[in-house]
């Protein structure tokens, strides 16, 4: 059964975010609350969260956020950490539907009014786009649960394991043309298993240009192809074609390599698929 939450609107969020950018989390923690009189519920109907399962999921979020340092400002080891825990506490704990998680006023809600203080420890004077949700792609906690939602494979031992195969700004190139690809997570998880078996080791390539070169392929070649139509073998089978394409087209551009050493260096990059 999945629950809907409440949505903090916009003429409520911006003020309330604008007052806090500049407040730290100790003064944040004393303005934390389970609810706002502004805050409204979908009409659609269905399930609506209690305070109980509000209080729960904040415990759950400050508990993690203590682990790496909470209120003390995080290291970069720490945020990662924190962030790739968060994903999947959100995602197992919030029963939430795509279709809501969709909406920015939701995250608003959570960040500005249950989790003000972690918002604002894990990106102090946050920019709007942090806490408003604007841009679900930068917003402190909806961009960790949507990662959770396109890697989750519930059959697997671990259904979360794919969040470790790309970092922060490689998986946000994917999100970031969710729309061109369907969102589909199908798709992703099957790009990240195609991830898996490339080794970027080496002066002359890097992940980044590759991923980006890789995800033009794919947005072409998207009006062609029913993606979510082929089983998870084919669909593998395809993208590690388009994956070699890519690297192919990059290593011979600009000279990077001989055309002698092509071969090769492909063969060290794909490796694990040979």
Same mark, same amino acid.
């Given at each position: 059964m999945t629950?809907? #939450?409440?949505?903090?609107?916009?003429? !409520? &969020?911006?003020p309330l975010?604008?007052e #806090?950018? +500049?407040?730290?989390?100790? %003064?944040?923690?004393?303005?934390?609350?389970?609810?706002?009189?502004?805050a409204?519920?979908?009409?659609?109907?269905?399930?609506?969260?209690?305070p109980?399962?509000?209080?729960?999921?904040?415990?759950?979020?400050?508990?993690l956020?203590? +682990?790496?340092?909470?209120? /003390?400002?995080? @290291?970069?080891?720490?945020k990662?950490?924190?962030d790739? /825990?968060l994903?999947v506490?959100?995602? !197992?704990?919030?029963?939430?539907?795509?279709? +809501?998680?969709?909406?920015?006023?939701?995250?608003?809600?959570?960040?500005?009014i249950? *989790?003000?203080?972690?918002?604002?420890?894990? #990106?102090?004077?946050?920019?709007a786009?942090?806490?408003?949700?604007s841009?679900?792609?930068?917003h402190v906690?909806?961009?960790?649960?949507?990662?959770? /939602?396109?890697?989750y494979?519930?059959?697997?031992?671990?259904p #979360? &394991?794919?969040?470790?195969v790309?970092?922060?700004?490689?998986?946000?190139?994917?999100?970031?043309? !969710?729309?061109?690809?369907?969102g589909?997570?199908?798709?992703?998880?099957?790009?990240?298993?195609?991830?898996?078996?490339?080794?970027?080791?080496?002066? @002359? $390539?890097?992940?980044?240009?590759?991923?980006?070169d890789?995800l033009?392929? *794919?947005l072409?070649?998207?009006?062609l192809?029913?993606?979510e139509?082929?089983?998870s !073998?084919?669909?593998d089978? %395809?993208?590690?074609?388009?994956?070699?394409?890519?690297v192919i087209?990059?290593?011979?551009?600009?000279?990077?390599?001989?055309?002698?050493? $092509?071969?090769?260096?492909?063969? /060290?990059?794909?490796?694990?698929?040979f």
């Amino acid at each position: 059964m999945t629950l809907l #939450y409440p949505r903090l609107l916009r003429h !409520r &969020a911006k003020p309330l975010a604008a007052e #806090y950018r +500049e407040l730290g989390p100790i %003064e944040l923690s004393s303005r934390c609350s389970l609810s706002d009189s502004s805050a409204v519920f979908v009409a659609t109907g269905g399930t609506r969260v209690d305070p109980a399962k509000l209080q729960l999921l904040r415990d759950i979020v400050v508990d993690l956020a203590k +682990e790496s340092g909470f209120p /003390q400002p995080p @290291d970069a080891k720490q945020k990662t950490s924190f962030d790739l /825990q968060l994903a999947v506490a959100l995602h !197992r704990e919030m029963r939430i539907s795509p279709a +809501e998680a969709a909406s920015g006023d939701v995250w608003a809600f959570l960040a500005l009014i249950v *989790l003000p203080d972690v918002a604002h420890w894990r #990106y102090p004077n946050p920019p709007a786009d942090r806490v408003l949700g604007s841009d679900l792609t930068r917003h402190v906690l909806g961009r960790m649960w949507w990662r959770s /939602q396109l890697v989750y494979a519930p059959s697997d031992a671990d259904p #979360y &394991a794919a969040l470790h195969v790309l970092g922060e700004a490689a998986f946000d190139q994917i999100y970031a043309r !969710r729309a061109a690809l369907g969102g589909s997570p199908h798709l992703i998880q099957s790009i990240l298993r195609t991830w898996k078996q490339m080794n970027f080791a080496g002066p @002359d $390539i890097t992940e980044r240009d590759i991923l980006r070169d890789f995800l033009k392929r *794919l947005l072409r070649l998207a009006p062609l192809m029913l993606f979510e139509a082929l089983d998870s !073998r084919a669909l593998d089978e %395809e993208l590690l074609e388009i994956a070699k394409e890519t690297v192919i087209g990059y290593l011979s551009s600009g000279g990077r390599v001989s055309p002698n050493e $092509i071969e090769t260096r492909i063969a /060290q990059v794909f490796a694990a698929s040979f």
